[in-house]
């Protein structure tokens, strides 16, 4: 899989998961969410986890994505599917454009559009299969699948 994700914004995303389970749980501070994470990650502290990604940078990143990937439902029970979500749809519009978007409306096409789809349940699956659980994976799928068709971005930009 290749990158989607600079390493400050995989930290930020780890902070927003860490702050959406302590409103949902309602109780201890976010300290302790944090922390919860970076133990899922093998580090001792936030801050230790923190400073190796910063430090790291792109390198490592990879292999710490897929450990939090299978550690968040530990880690954070409420937040996890969502988190799970939010990455999973990162990686789909830095890989894939919408057909509404992307498109021209087609009647002589099976998806109505000028641009063939892909799959998104396969594609999220070969992509992200190894890394959640399939509880996470079918919402995702769902939600996806309900912004209408996705097809391949043959564009060279790469946005963050």
Not at 10 to 33: D, H, W
Request: net charge negative; proline share 5%.
């Amino acid at each position: 899989m290749s990158y989607y994700l600079s390493p400050n914004k995989f930290l930020i995303n780890l902070k927003r998961a860490a702050k959406a389970e302590k409103r949902a749980a309602g109780t201890g501070p976010l300290a302790q969410y944090q922390n919860d994470l970076a133990k899922a990650l093998g580090f001792q502290s936030w801050a230790l986890l923190h400073k190796n990604v910063v430090k790291d940078g792109f390198r490592n990143l990879q292999d710490r994505r897929e450990q939090i990937g299978r550690g968040i439902g530990r880690a954070l029970p409420i937040a996890a599917s969502e988190y799970a979500y939010r990455d999973i749809e990162t990686f789909m519009c830095s890989a894939f454009e919408r057909c509404a978007v992307y498109s021209v409306p087609s009647v002589e096409t099976p998806n109505g559009y000028s641009h063939s789809s892909i799959s998104v349940s396969k594609t999220v699956r070969e992509e992200f299969g190894d890394i959640y659980p399939e509880e996470f994976l079918l919402p995702a799928i769902k939600r996806i699948e309900e912004m209408g068709p996705w097809t391949e971005d043959e564009s060279e930009l790469i946005f963050e």
